[in-house]
């Protein structure tokens, strides 16, 4: 009598166990595509500062270097790709550590106190702008130092690239937050939610002429969520962003 029973429960399990295997699969799948095309895009942004050099070099070879603007020009434009394909592999590398998903170097420090010692910095960044701090945040609390001030850094170029000069840039510091706020071009709602992928630029031209390539922000999330908070975004076109970081209370 008891043997149906047993036949439905095993039923039950191996549908169970199916179910899971679909899903390991959906994922790996998922991971799969994820990482190709991560590869496709990181080739795609090598390549165009690669193309570029070679065509100013050309342009050299071709020259028997006696237009000396012209030689000027070309090794200029070779040097700034150069920088650029340098700064790119140096992102991707970051990156490819955290993904490795490296040990914090943790210590117990405030947000104000990470900021203050960052202030000398965001000084020459921001000398074009209206710096500003509201540094209320007391609270200690367990930070991987030089990764989080990563995140700041980003967070305050991205705010410097996408405003104006003579803009109010603010820092704010309160309980385990932080944000950086600023007064510039802002961002669509229907683009907020792409912003923090790898390789995403709202404006591509425009982004590209600012010197971007779409890793700021996908670094400042792994960062902030390998502390285990959270990175926001709330923003207005044409008023300017507002982005906070959050991290668990101790
Ligand atoms: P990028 O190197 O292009 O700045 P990020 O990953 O830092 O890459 O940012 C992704 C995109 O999000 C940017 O290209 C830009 O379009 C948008 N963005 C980021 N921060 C801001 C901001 N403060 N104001 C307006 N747009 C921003």
Redesign the pocket.
């Known amino acids: 009598k008891q043997a149906p029973i047993e036949v439905e429960q095993l039923e039950k399990a191996i549908q169970k166990m199916q179910q899971r295997v679909q899903q390991a699969f959906e994922k790996e799948k998922e991971t799969k595509k994820v990482l190709e095309q991560f590869v496709s895009d990181a080739s795609h942004e090598l390549k165009t500062p690669l193309t570029s050099i070679r065509g100013f070099t050309e342009v050299l070879l071709r020259s028997n270097f006696e237009n000396v603007q012209q030689v000027e020009d070309s090794v200029t434009q070779i040097h700034l790709q150069t920088e650029r394909m340098s700064a790119l592999i140096e992102r991707l590398l970051q990156l490819s550590r955290l993904d490795r998903q490296e040990p914090l170097q943790l210590e117990m420090i405030s947000f104000n106190e990470l900021v203050e010692d960052l202030m000398p910095v965001l000084e020459v960044l921001g000398e074009k702008r209206e710096m500003n701090y509201v540094l209320q945040s007391a609270q200690s609390q367990q930070m991987d130092v030089m990764k989080m001030q990563q995140v700041v850094m ?2 305050v ?3 410097i ?3 104006d000069d003579g803009s109010k840039i603010t820092i704010k510091a309160y309980g385990t937050k932080l944000e ?1 706020i ?1 007064e ?4 669509e709602q229907e ?1 907020l939610p ?11 031209d ?3 002429s ?11 999330k792994e960062i902030v969520e390998q502390h285990d908070g959270t990175i926001q ?1 709330t ?1 207005t076109v044409n008023v ?2 507002c ?1 906070t970081i959050t991290l668990p209370k101790e």
């Open positions: 980003n967070l170029q991205n705010a690239r996408y405003s950086v600023d510039g071009r802002g961002i683009k792409y912003i923090f992928r790898r390789f995403y630029r709202v404006d591509t425009r982004a590209r600012t010197g971007g390539e779409g890793l700021g922000l996908a670094i400042a975004v923003s300017g962003s982005f």
